[in-house]
Nanobody
Framework: QLQLVESGGGSVQPGGSLTLSCTTS????????IAWFRQVPGKAREGISC????????NYAASVKGRFTISREKAKNLVKLEMNSLKPEDTAVYYC?????????????????WGQGIQVTVSD
């Protein structure tokens, strides 16, 4: 399994922006689909976005579509999640995950390796 590491989390006011990064030093991400999930206490982990290995296909949950953008920086071996117009309901622990393909369903079971998660808090 890959060791994935998330960075870029923190606290921001509603309407603000954050960019999360997912990377690994143990393997190239070029051959993997990468997804972002988030979880709040007491709720199931929610798939919010994924990107195909080639970067030519991406998918977003309805809750973030139009506000979040996923992209690859292959030279840096990382995947970014740019989060704009953040809302208090975006507060969660965010996880990146590695799998074989980016589907329309964003099922947790489609992904094999996970990061430890990083906190994002949106509040006044």
């Amino acid at each position: 399994q890959l060791q994935l590491v998330e960075s870029g989390g923190g606290s921001v006011q509603p309407g603000g922006s954050l960019t999360l990064s997912c990377t690994t030093s143990t393997f190239t991400l070029d051959n993997s689909a990468i997804a972002w999930f988030r979880q709040v206490p007491g709720k199931a982990r929610e798939g919010i976005s994924c990107i195909s290995p080639a970067g030519d296909y991406s998918n977003y949950a309805a809750s973030v579509k139009g506000r979040f953008t996923i992209s690859r920086e292959k030279a840096k071996n990382l995947v970014k999640l740019e989060m704009n117009s953040l809302k208090p309901e975006d507060t969660a622990v965010y996880y990146c995950a590695e799998g074989h393909y980016c589907s329309a369903y964003l099922f947790r079971s489609e992904y094999d390796s996970w990061g430890q998660g990083i906190q994002v808090t949106v509040s006044d």
